[in-house]
């Protein structure tokens, strides 16, 4: 939850499926949806496919439907 006083300026942050993740990622899985700043990114192009390569520590949120009812599956 970020509150209503949190100050974000004029940052649009914005979301991403997951197609694969390295070997010591801890809390992304594939399909997982990403929230990012798209500022931070780098862009890698793979068979004529253009992909977002994002470090997990610059990952803002979340939502993962593998986590069922026991949480809302979106965390920061």
């Known amino acids: 939850m ?3 006083t949190a100050a974000m300026g004029a940052k649009r942050l914005a979301w ?3 197609v694969g ?3 010591q990622v801890r809390s992304v899985e594939v399909e997982d949806r990403v929230l990012f700043d798209p ?3 780098a862009e890698v192009e793979v ?3 253009t992909y977002v390569v994002l470090r997990e520590r ?3 949120a979340v939502a993962a439907g593998r986590l069922g009812d026991s949480a809302t599956g979106l965390y920061l």
């Open 2 to 4: 970020i509150p209503a």
């Open 16 to 18: 991403s499926r997951v």
């Open 21 to 23: 993740v390295g070997p």
């Open 39 to 41: 500022d931070d990114r």
């Open 47 to 49: 068979h004529g496919d």
């Open 58 to 60: 610059d990952v803002h």
